[in-house]
């Protein structure tokens, strides 16, 4: 068992300093005041997540999207109480981590994806500008790759469901990532002439666009895409502080049984 206090300052030694401007409250949301026994890493705070832990009591549990949320609604009230009252009667904790996740140089969700694709990440480039940071990366190559070698590498292993927009050239150089909604820095890829931009999901104009401007774009799922950062953090407090952790896979997508 180990205090609550010791594993916050662990995790919030990894963020830049001072904090990105988010529309999350990062950090911890809800405190514990027993000592914490393991920990529990998901994309999101969700009752589901919550219940699937097989023993949720003096937990922490750790989220890329949390419950509190700038503009969102305060009250404790409905689904937000029953999150609340699990985690105050379990003794356990919840602690979040928004864009300081999305675009850390190590556990990053990002950088996790271009490590599951098997690309380079010795010379990462920012990307993504976003008034006071980038949450994003982008690599070179000037022998390149293959756009069909990088999709079929997603579908093993991050989606199986990725979406290729193959609009552009079969052999790329230039690739930029930016997890979840992406397509607000689709301009920036245009911009800088990147041959394919890996994100999460896109909206309607933007697939317009790509076709318009003969850009790939490969979508990876928001669910999915944002996966590596927690499980990377969560492996690196469990050597760190001698926490058992557990990653519990819950996607917000529930996909018709076809059997």
Request: glycine share 8%; net charge negative; proline share 6%.
């Given at each position: 068992?180990?205090?609550?206090?010791?594993?916050?300052?662990?995790?919030?030694?990894?963020?830049?300093?001072?904090?990105?401007?988010?529309?999350?409250?990062?950090?911890?949301?809800?405190?514990?005041?027993?000592?914490?026994?393991?920990?529990?890493?998901?994309?999101?705070?969700?009752?589901?997540?919550?219940?699937?832990?097989?023993?949720?009591?003096?937990?922490?549990?750790?989220?890329?999207?949390?419950?509190?949320?700038?503009?969102?609604?305060?009250?404790?009230?409905?689904?937000?109480?029953?999150?609340?009252?699990?985690?105050?009667?379990?003794?356990?904790?919840?602690?979040?981590?928004?864009?300081?996740?999305?675009?850390?140089?190590?556990?990053?969700?990002?950088?996790?994806?271009?490590?599951?694709?098997?690309?380079?990440?010795?010379?990462?480039?920012?990307?993504?500008?976003?008034?006071?940071?980038?949450?994003?990366?982008?690599?070179?190559?000037?022998?390149?790759?293959?756009?069909?070698?990088?999709?079929?590498?997603?579908?093993?292993?991050?989606?199986?469901?990725?979406?290729?927009?193959?609009?552009?050239?079969?052999?790329?150089?230039?690739i930029a990532?930016?997890?979840?909604?992406?397509?607000?820095?689709?301009?920036?890829?245009?911009?800088?002439?990147?041959?394919?931009?890996?994100?999460?999901?896109?909206?309607?104009?933007?697939?317009?666009?790509?076709?318009?401007?003969?850009?790939?774009?490969?979508?990876?799922?928001h669910y999915?895409?944002?996966?590596?950062?927690?499980?990377?953090?969560?492996?690196?407090?469990?050597?760190?502080?001698?926490?058992?952790?557990?990653?519990?896979?819950?996607?917000?997508?529930?996909?018709?049984?076809?059997?």
């Amino acid at each position: 068992m180990i205090d609550l206090s010791l594993i916050t300052k662990e995790l919030d030694a990894l963020w830049q300093k001072p904090l990105v401007e988010d529309v999350s409250f990062n950090g911890l949301q809800i405190t514990s005041l027993s000592p914490i026994e393991r920990i529990y890493g998901g994309v999101d705070a969700t009752l589901d997540f919550f219940r699937m832990a097989p023993h949720p009591d003096k937990a922490l549990f750790l989220v890329h999207h949390g419950l509190f949320w700038v503009g969102g609604n305060p009250l404790i009230t409905g689904p937000m109480y029953d999150k609340t009252v699990f985690l105050v009667q379990h003794q356990s904790a919840l602690y979040a981590s928004h864009l300081p996740l999305d675009g850390h140089p190590v556990h990053g969700n990002n950088v996790g994806i271009i490590r599951k694709l098997l690309l380079p990440v010795a010379s990462l480039e920012p990307f993504g500008s976003d008034g006071s940071h980038t949450p994003g990366w982008q690599i070179s190559s000037a022998e390149g790759w293959s756009l069909t070698a990088i999709q079929k590498r997603a579908c093993q292993v991050i989606n199986p469901d990725s979406l290729l927009l193959a609009y552009g050239p079969e052999i790329i150089h230039s690739i930029a990532v930016i997890s979840g909604s992406g397509h607000h820095f689709f301009g920036e890829a245009l911009a800088k002439q990147i041959d394919l931009f890996i994100t999460g999901e896109f909206d309607h104009p933007m697939y317009l666009q790509a076709r318009d401007y003969k850009k790939n774009v490969l979508m990876l799922g928001h669910y999915e895409s944002e996966r590596y950062g927690v499980l990377s953090i969560g492996e690196y407090l469990s050597k760190r502080l001698s926490l058992e952790f557990t990653f519990i896979d819950v996607s917000p997508i529930f996909k018709k049984n076809t059997n």
